[in-house]
């Protein structure tokens, strides 16, 4: 069995910083593509940042500037730094990967963290 699990999350005023962390664990193989998503109450999950297993990375317009997504292969780990937080970015932020175990490649989501931004 597989698991995504998100850490990190917390409540921090506008102009402040987060790092949260997506961890791979269990029968993994290799973690291919990974993304995080966030979901504000009443809206729909959104792509946040995505990071391919070269490294390569690509950002919401919303975001770009402010978040870096990268990845630790070796700990099946990936990063979502964040800094100069808007109250806008409050949600529940979700991590969503392609990873290959003994017997199949499947999609994972995470169970979620909440960001609060908020002074």
């Known amino acids: 069995q597989v698991q995504l699990v998100e850490s990190g999350g917390g409540s921090v005023q506008p102009g402040g910083s987060l790092r949260l962390s997506c961890a791979a664990s269990?029968?993994?193989?290799?973690?291919?593509?990974v993304g995080w998503y966030r979901q504000a109450p009443g809206s729909r999950r959104v792509m946040v940042a995505t990071?391919?297993?070269?490294?390569?990375?690509n950002y919401a317009d919303s975001v770009r500037g402010r978040v870096t997504i990268s990845r630790d292969n070796a700990k099946n780990t990936v990063y979502l730094q964040m800094t100069g937080l808007k109250p806008e970015d409050t949600a529940v932020y979700y991590c969503?990967?392609?990873?290959?175990?003994?017997?199949?490649?499947?999609?994972?989501w995470g169970q979620g963290t909440q960001v609060t931004v908020s002074s």
């Open positions: 990071i391919a297993q070269d490294g390569s990375t």
């Open positions: 969503n990967a392609n990873i290959e175990d003994p017997w199949s490649f499947r999609n994972y």
């Open positions: 269990g029968t993994v193989v290799e973690v291919h593509t």
